[in-house]
């Protein structure tokens, strides 16, 4: 099993960046397709992309441009870039991490709000 705690959220101005931190711990980590999901204020989740434990890269064709996805599997880390974040990036980062046929674990969420 994982246990996965997101971290990096925070407030920011339109144009701005973040980096959001995914933290795994419990073994074989590299076994596991990490997955990135926000769900905006009154909206479901929805997926950001994903990255495979040798570093392919997924993304929703919404998402494409802004977001990086990357990790260390050394360090049990996933994140999330996101360049020139707008008010419509608003919502709640969510982190996931999958593997068959151990399971599906989800972090609590990092919170980020794009304002001026």
């Known amino acids: 099993q994982l246990s996965l705690v997101e971290s990096g959220g925070g407030r920011v101005q339109p144009g701005g960046s973040l980096r959001l931190s995914c933290a795994a711990s419990?073994?074989?980590?590299?076994?596991?397709?990490v997955g990135w999901y926000r769900q905006a204020p009154g909206k479901q989740r929805e997926l950001v992309g994903t990255i495979t434990g040798v570093g392919n890269t997924n993304y929703q064709d919404s998402m494409k441009g802004r977001f990086t996805i990357s990790r260390d599997n050394a360090k049990n880390m996933a994140y999330l870039q996101i360049a020139d974040l707008q008010p419509g990036d608003t919502g709640v980062y969510y982190c996931?991490?999958?593997?068959?046929?151990?399971?599906?674990?989800w972090g609590q969420g990092t919170q980020v709000t794009v304002s001026s």
């Open positions: 996931n991490a999958a593997h068959n046929p151990t399971g599906l674990f």
């Open positions: 419990g073994k074989n980590f590299i076994f596991y397709t």
